[in-house]
């Protein structure tokens, strides 16, 4: 579909992602059409008081964060769009990133009999539905994603369809997410009439949908989501998503770190880390000197120092990766990370970050990984409409909500058909049973 031909498209398209962060929550209106381009049609974002890296603090400010944003974007789609083309948009599917403090995930299995003759989508709704069956106290799934199938001892299938065998085993990597904290942003998400539920992605795990490339996830990736409050790391070991989670460790703590150091505000260091700071100290800079004027007065900062304390904030967060990461290898076995670290997210955009990793790597013992660093940008030149709404680096988030919707759509579609399947079975037996 052409990304200007806008009377082909339908209610199923009309996509608005939600990124809940911390320092601002920011909402998106796009179009995603069947060729896989996206055009941006509203943006809105409202500074958060309603939330902090703790959780919510405060449903009525949440209500009214998420409004001021959402109408922001809204009054943009409804300035652009003339009366014939608004009533195919007016119904939103709805899609929020959940902070990596509130979910957990699940790499489960489930397995069913076959009968004779090829395998069948029923068979492998089956399958799933075993899979997908398992409950955990307090929390909801809200993704279920089939990472491979096994048909008797032949492993690591794709697609099983067609197929022969005793046994299917189905191998799900699932996502979890706190039913308390679902409940209270539904209810915060009252100002948007739409007909369809919304629909909750970890954050962290849709920028690294939208972060990594394909071959990168085949060959094996860690992305890292660098937030305010929290780094969310997703991992992709031979093309499939094994891993998610987040460390509580992101740009707010450097910063905090300068405005400790220097006698800064918050505010102020937050300036002078964006406009000045660079994550890897070097000749040029050791000795300039920065100037920030408080009313009559001039405070002068050292360039070289500024950036040595930068790169001990960007040291411990890369250390409490790697412990992470070791505790992923001891569950899972040893990765295979070919393709190195994607970084992403605000946090990635300090000068010099590549240089600062490859560091660290080379004294912990890593320098395989040394040259396996990316820093990942969002590719304007494949988003029509109002492509400069979307931040460079914090826009990944936005951008890989509205990618993983297609992910989202599909995959729960699969999981509806096995409910149905396993319901009406259900409803079969009972009936047998009642009339026997």
Not at 35 to 41: E, K, L, P, Q, V
Not at 131 to 143: F, G, P, Q, R, V
Not at 201 to 223: H, I, L, M, N, P
Request: proline content about 2%; glycine content about 8%.
């Amino acid at each position: 579909m052409a990304a200007n031909d806008l009377n082909k498209i339908t209610t199923q398209d009309y996509i608005v992602s939600i990124d809940l962060g911390t320092s601002e929550i920011k909402v998106c209106s796009a179009i995603l059409y069947d060729d896989d381009s996206i055009r941006i049609i509203g943006y809105g974002k409202c500074r958060t008081t309603g939330m902090n890296a703790d959780g919510i603090v405060s449903m009525d400010k949440l209500k009214e964060n998420i409004s001021v944003a959402y109408n922001m974007s809204q009054n943009i789609v409804l300035r652009s769009y003339d009366e014939n083309t608004l009533p195919k948009i007016n119904n939103p599917r709805i899609f929020v990133s959940v902070p990596g403090r509130f979910i957990t995930y699940k790499n489960n299995t489930g397995s069913c009999e076959l009968r004779r003759g090829p395998i069948t989508e029923e068979d492998i709704a089956r399958a799933n539905y075993v899979a997908n069956s398992l409950k955990i106290k307090d929390y909801e799934l809200i993704t279920a994603i089939p990472n491979c199938y096994q048909v008797d001892s032949n492993s690591s299938v794709e697609d099983p369809l067609d197929m022969t065998g005793g046994q299917l085993r189905t191998f799900i990597h699932q996502v979890y997410a706190q039913s308390s904290f679902l409940d209270n942003v539904r209810r915060a998400l009252c100002c948007i009439e739409t007909e369809y539920a919304p629909e909750f992605v970890f954050s962290g795990q849709a920028t690294a949908y939208s972060a990594a490339d394909d071959t990168e996830k085949r060959f094996g990736v860690c992305v890292l989501d660098i937030g305010k409050s929290s780094t969310g790391i997703t991992v992709f070991d031979k093309g499939h998503c094994i891993y998610v989670g987040s460390c509580p460790y992101g740009g707010d703590k450097i910063t905090q770190n300068i405005a400790v150091t220097y006698g800064l505000s918050e505010r102020e260091a937050e300036k002078i880390k964006c406009d000045y700071g660079l994550a890897i100290s070097n000749n040029l800079i050791s000795g300039k000197a920065v100037s920030i004027k408080r009313n009559d007065q001039t405070k002068t900062i050292n360039q070289g120092d500024l950036a040595e304390s930068i790169e001990a904030g960007y040291n411990q967060l890369i250390m409490k990766v790697l412990t992470t990461l070791n505790e992923v290898n001891t569950e899972n076995g040893e990765l295979t990370l070919g393709a190195g670290f994607v970084f992403a997210g605000g946090g990635a955009e300090i000068r010099n970050l590549d240089e600062c990793v490859a560091k660290i790597f080379m004294k912990n013992g890593m320098s395989a990984y040394a040259k396996k660093i990316r820093i990942h940008q969002v590719d304007k030149q494949k988003l029509n409409g109002l492509t400069d709404a979307i931040d460079t680096y914090s826009g990944c988030a936005t951008l890989g909500l509205i990618r993983f919707s297609e992910i989202m759509e599909s995959h729960k579609k699969s999981r509806e058909q096995s409910g149905a399947f396993w319901n009406f079975k259900q409803k079969l037996a009972d009936w047998w049973n009642g009339n026997m």
